[in-house]
């Protein structure tokens, strides 16, 4: 893998995508004045609107419509943070509710999320289940541990109530696709950020690790994990839920603090995830530049399926 050339002499590169699950400014709010005192800018995720249902995990989630979370994260934006889509809202939206979810956000914001991020079981995630994957072992060990059924997700799925992929497609630059154990989200996906031609509705695709809450996050950014990244000149996107138990009566929780402050204290180049992203298209070789080499292809597919079955193990101890 070549060694990258980072900007102002940066030796690696590190940001989050927050989930906005169960985020509200009280349990993220002292996270983000940490990474902005710490010059670390990374990329939030939101909602625009309130789910109205009933039986959502996610209920307790603020979103754009509420005030005080609404200046947060205009607050946010100001600071320079990247605001991202987790979609309209937590459960599944029709057509007409994401893309009022997107006009919402371009009133508030003056644009449409660059990126995006599809959230757990919504029916309108693209290109999600089985859909993410072409191993046919893969597809079928998946659908039988993922549960929906084959055609659950259809975002991508032309006159479906769901549908939404020409939108996607249009507003939003960068789209995740999978996540894995390792720091250097390189070293899984050194040709990141991707195209996929056999998903034509996302420009590009980007693939991050993965900590789901505050102690997978502890165990994942070890200092001997953040020596190896940078020594490697490596670049680390973490998927994570800064609302995961990170804040804790108002308090960073010390391990998470100390992680971070050991990280900034490093020669890291600290942007938003489409920054990133765009630098990093800016280096491929312009006869190649987004292409995914087949086997790349095949090597991320086993190893996120093997990563993901080790998170989840180790969950349920």
């Known amino acids: 893998m070549k060694r990258l050339a980072f900007p102002e002499g940066k030796r690696f590169a590190f940001s989050i995508v927050d989930d906005t699950d169960v985020a509200t400014v009280a349990n993220v709010g002292p996270i983000y004045e940490l990474l902005k005192a710490l010059g670390m800018r990374t990329t939030k995720t ?25 200046a947060f994260v205009q607050r ?11 979609g309209a809202t937590m459960e599944s939206s029709d057509r ?9 956000h371009r009133e508030l914001f003056g644009t449409v999320p660059r990126l995006y991020v599809n959230h757990s079981f919504n029916r309108e995630n693209v290109y999600w289940g089985t859909d993410r994957i072409d191993d046919p ?16 997700y259809q975002g991508h799925v032309p006159g479906s109530p769901w549908w939404w992929g020409d939108l996607c497609r249009s507003h939003h630059e960068y789209v995740r696709n999978m996540t894995f154990s390792s720091l250097n989200v390189l070293r899984a996906n050194p040709s990141m950020p991707y195209v996929d031609p056999s998903r034509p509705l996302v420009r590009s695709w980007f693939s991050s690790a993965d900590a789901d809450d505050c102690q997978e996050f502890i165990e994942l950014v070890t200092p001997e994990r953040v020596d190896q990244l940078e020594a490697e ?41 489409s920054p990133l992203l765009d630098w990093l298209r800016s280096q491929q070789p312009k006869d190649t530049a987004g292409s995914l080499p087949s086997g790349e292809w095949r090597r991320m597919q086993w190893r996120w399926a093997i990563d993901l079955v080790r998170r989840r193990l180790q969950r349920s101890r």
């Open 96 to 104: 007409a509710t994401t893309e009022a979810a997107m006009d919402r």
């Open 137 to 152: 072992l893969l597809k079928r060990l998946y659908a039988r541990v993922n549960g929906a059924p084959a055609d659950y």
């Open 76 to 86: 946010l934006a100001a600071d320079g943070f990247e605001i991202a889509s987790h």
């Open 46 to 70: 939101v909602w625009p609107f309130r789910w109205h249902g009933e039986g959502s995990n996610f209920v307790s989630s603020e979103t754009l419509e509420d005030p005080e979370y609404l």
């Open 233 to 273: 000149g490596g670049v680390c996107i973490i998927s994570t839920h800064l609302g995961k138990r990170y804040v804790e009566n108002g308090r960073v929780h010390p391990q998470v603090e100390r992680a971070l402050r050991d990280i900034a204290r490093r020669p890291g180049w600290f942007v938003p995830v």
